[in-house]
């Protein structure tokens, strides 16, 4: 008993690469399976041939990766980017002085950081619907203005491409402010007594001493913000109309409505290119900066 | 960094903090407002939330998301916990790639997992369903529980584990008393992490789960696309107050366990 027992349980105590696999052979086996596999089946469906009724038929092309060149497709693509870029500049701009302000909080620190953290919490899908709710024709933000007297006749907030920026940097304003809060909080004060001492005030001393230390943070926090951006899909489908099409809302309709599979597999695969993309221009600008 | 902060910036600050609240709290507020069409407020109500209650449809969507909610989160607690402490123990051949691969599906976009799952069932003909919602769930909710169980295993001291071994507790004793109870906070982090993406997913869900299997976000997306209406901001209030139930179950959890 005792021995089947230390056979079973040993690899939770001790070392050896043997029961290392024991222990990771269940959950690596589920994403093969579930993650894997799947983004391999995608990637055979995106040289395939296309069915007559979705799917796909035998037969090898590259046809479905040529039809970029398109000029509709092509406009989404630079919408897509444009859009995920315009999230992560704005999300910056907001997010850096909140940042800030939470790193020299005081007592408060805590609870605003708890208020940061709350939306994460909350259904990424409800809070995509209050936007809904304020911007829509007859909602709350027309309704006052109305009530103001600013406005005569309801103005179209939503289904534009602006509803869609509005929807995205609200959603993802977290994840930059947390990574640069971090890299602030981070931040040795002797280090900013010593800028006063040799006489840096005020912007000066923030140019010159905080934001280079924070600049990790505000790059963790960017590619937080423009991956999930560049992939977005509900946003652009509830808040958007027909000239704020992104890449995700493309491949749900190829695979829908226009029973496309293998160009929605194509453009599945051109997404995750730019996602790696992303990806790659960050480890570079990280490792840059652990040399400097 | 211990003065005052400019006017300008405090005006800022406030500013994005009403930004970033501001929406769900006004939502919650007009579950309680007796306008149906109107942005205006008419009087305090609570019809939205009675009519909840004759809604079999999202009473079952809920029960459901729970369910799922459940059964994914022990599923990819159980096997990402593993993962993370085969990667903390030991460097062997692989494991640096194993542990960078985790955030593979972390960063894939959603829309593309959800549709390489749904051609994957399509291809094997395994019918949609609640099966296949559970297998997704756990498949997307495992890497992010390995990843926070796992920074908790770097950083925690090993030396109490080693020394409950010497001290002649066998490794079944050593791992249940000493190295489980300094491991449950991190896996507790991580099973609500799993809990809340898997009660909260819409992307992926929407793609696999067939018509048998409305999770509460699908339902509510159905609702949100047939157009605005009051029971839709009662039903959004409830999610709300459920993940925050959640979440504070499991702050008072943790608060107890380190008091």
């Known amino acids: ?292 | 960094m211990r003065r005052p902060l400019p006017r300008a910036l405090a005006w800022i600050v406030a500013g994005v903090f009403l930004l970033l609240h501001l929406p769900v709290v006004v939502l919650v507020a007009y579950s309680f407002n007796a306008a149906r069409y109107s942005a205006a407020w008419s009087g305090f109500t609570l019809h939205w939330y009675a009519a909840l209650l004759e809604r079999p449809d999202i009473l079952r969507a809920l029960r459901l998301s729970l369910v799922v909610a459940s059964t994914s989160t022990l599923l990819a607690t159980v096997l990402g916990t593993l993962v993370a402490m085969a990667l903390a123990r030991a460097r062997f051949r692989g494991s640096r790639l194993i542990e960078g691969g985790l955030y593979l599906p972390i960063v894939t976009p959603e829309i593309v997992a959800g549709i390489s799952l749904l051609i994957l069932f399509a291809a094997v003909q395994v019918p949609l369903g609640v099966g296949t919602v559970i297998v997704a769930h756990t498949a997307f909710c495992l890497p992010f529980v390995a990843v926070v169980v796992l920074a908790r295993l770097r950083g925690m001291d090993r030396t109490l584990e080693e020394a409950a071994l010497v001290l002649g507790a066998d490794e079944l004793t050593a791992f249940r008393r000493v190295t489980l109870p300094q491991l449950a906070p991190g896996i507790l982090a991580g099973a609500l992490l799993a809990f809340t993406l898997s009660l909260d997913d819409f992307v992926i869900t929407f793609f696999v789960a067939g018509p048998g299997a409305t999770t509460l976000p699908v339902l509510v997306y159905s609702m949100v696309r047939r157009g605005v209406e009051p029971t839709i901001n009662a039903v959004s209030t409830l999610l709300v107050v459920l993940t925050t139930l959640a979440v504070g179950v499991a702050a008072r959890v943790d608060g107890a366990r380190r008091a």
């Open chain 1, 1 to 292: 008993m005792t021995g089947l027992r230390r056979r079973l349980l040993g690899p939770l105590v001790r070392r050896p690469a043997a029961g290392s696999w024991a222990l990771l052979t269940p959950g690596l086996l589920w994403l093969l399976l579930f993650f894997a596999v799947p983004l391999a089946v995608l990637l055979g469906y995106s040289v395939m041939q296309r069915g007559t009724y979705g799917g796909v038929a035998p037969g090898f092309t590259l046809e479905h990766y040529r039809r970029f060149s398109d000029p509709i497709y092509l406009s989404i693509v630079w919408r897509t980017l444009w859009i995920a870029l315009a999230t992560t500049v704005l999300c910056l701009l907001l997010g850096y002085p909140v940042a800030y302000a939470i790193a020299r909080a005081g007592r408060w620190r805590a609870a605003l950081l708890f208020l940061v953290i709350l939306p994460f919490w909350t259904s990424f899908l409800v809070r995509t619907y209050a936007m809904i709710v304020l911007l829509r024709g007859s909602g709350v933000v027309n309704t006052l203005l109305a009530a103001l007297g600013l406005t005569a006749t309801p103005l179209e907030l939503l289904y534009t491409p602006g509803a869609v920026l509005a929807g995205l940097v609200y959603g993802y304003l977290p994840f930059m402010i947390l990574p640069i809060y971090a890299s602030l909080e981070r931040i040795d004060l002797d280090l900013l007594d010593a800028a006063e001492a040799l006489g840096a005030r005020g912007p000066a001393r923030f140019r010159r001493v905080i934001l280079p230390l924070s600049l990790p943070g505000v790059a963790a926090g960017s590619l937080l913000v423009f991956i999930p951006a560049l992939g977005a899909f509900l946003t652009p489908d509830l808040l958007g109309g027909a000239k704020s099409m992104m890449l995700g809302n493309l491949v749900q309709n190829q695979f829908g409505p226009a029973r496309n599979w293998p160009f929605g597999s194509a453009v599945s695969f051109a997404l995750m290119g730019v996602v790696f993309v992303a990806l790659l221009v960050w480890l570079r600008v990280r490792d840059a900066e652990e040399r400097a």
